[in-house]
């Protein structure tokens, strides 16, 4: 089926540099991803589009871009499932645009970081490793999948408007910690978690949820962080 395809271009090293789109006509066959469409792009139309990937298998988190509206992974979204004669794709708003569908991602892992996002436990260790049940893990089980695309932060508003917001992303992840038995962390956290540009910023808007391609439940698990930050400190 032949599509048309609007991506948004901006080349910051050329003379003038505007931000706009530029139509691409692709005749896309069953099957075909977005990522497999900008392959096409690249490599048999124009060679000068940008855009960041890697695993192709949904796994590194490398080509999440907003699709049509809505912030997807290039190579997990079938063009034929879209439905639409023509498709427009951004790159992830709320971040700063390197050129064309590429964002800087640096205050994402820059937030990440953060949050402490390891196990901290001063106790001393034990002969083998630190055990956990399955029970206990099945209880930080979902946050694991994370795959650090970033889709969700990039879809919150709160984020939009607050830059200093850190973010659905490491606040899910912050919850994988601190309810990880085997994590003494919590305390080490509370300074980034328990202020307006921490959990409070979060306003369960939900579209973290929506743009997870893992399906992580994101807003329950900042919703439990919050719970156990009043139940502890306050
Ligand atoms: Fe944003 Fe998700 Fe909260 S979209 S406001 S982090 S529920």
Not at 112 to 127: G, V, W
Not at 179 to 192: I, Q
Not at 201 to 229: S, Y
């Amino acid at each position: 089926m032949q599509i048309k395809f609007k991506i948004f271009r901006f080349n910051p090293n050329l003379e003038n540099p505007k931000p706009g789109y530029k139509d691409y006509e692709v005749s896309t066959q069953p099957g075909m991803t977005i990522l497999d469409v900008l392959h096409e792009i690249k490599w048999q139309i124009d060679g000068t589009l940008t855009f960041r990937r890697s695993c192709r298998s949904g796994i590194c988190g490398s080509c999440a871009m907003q699709i049509h509206g809505l912030n997807r992974l290039a190579c997990e979204t079938q063009v034929e499932r879209l439905k639409k004669k023509m498709i427009v794709i951004d790159p992830l708003p709320g971040f700063k645009v390197i050129k064309d569908l590429t964002v800087d991602m640096d205050p994402f892992y820059e937030n990440m970081a953060r949050i402490k996002p390891y196990l901290i436990n001063d106790e001393p260790p034990p002969d083998r490793e630190r055990i956990q049940s399955p029970e206990d893990f099945h209880k930080i089980e979902d946050p694991v999948a994370c795959i650090m695309c970033g889709a969700c932060t990039s879809s919150c508003p709160s984020f939009w408007y607050d830059k200093e917001y850190i973010g659905p992303a490491a606040l899910a992840k912050a919850y994988r910690y601190t309810f990880d038995t085997r994590d003494k962390g919590a305390a080490d956290r509370l300074e980034v978690l328990d202020n307006k540009h921490g959990l409070w910023r979060c306003h369960t808007i939900f579209n973290c949820m929506d743009a997870c391609p893992k399906g992580i439940k994101i807003t329950q698990h900042i919703a439990n962080l919050k719970k156990k930050v009043i139940a502890e400190k306050y």
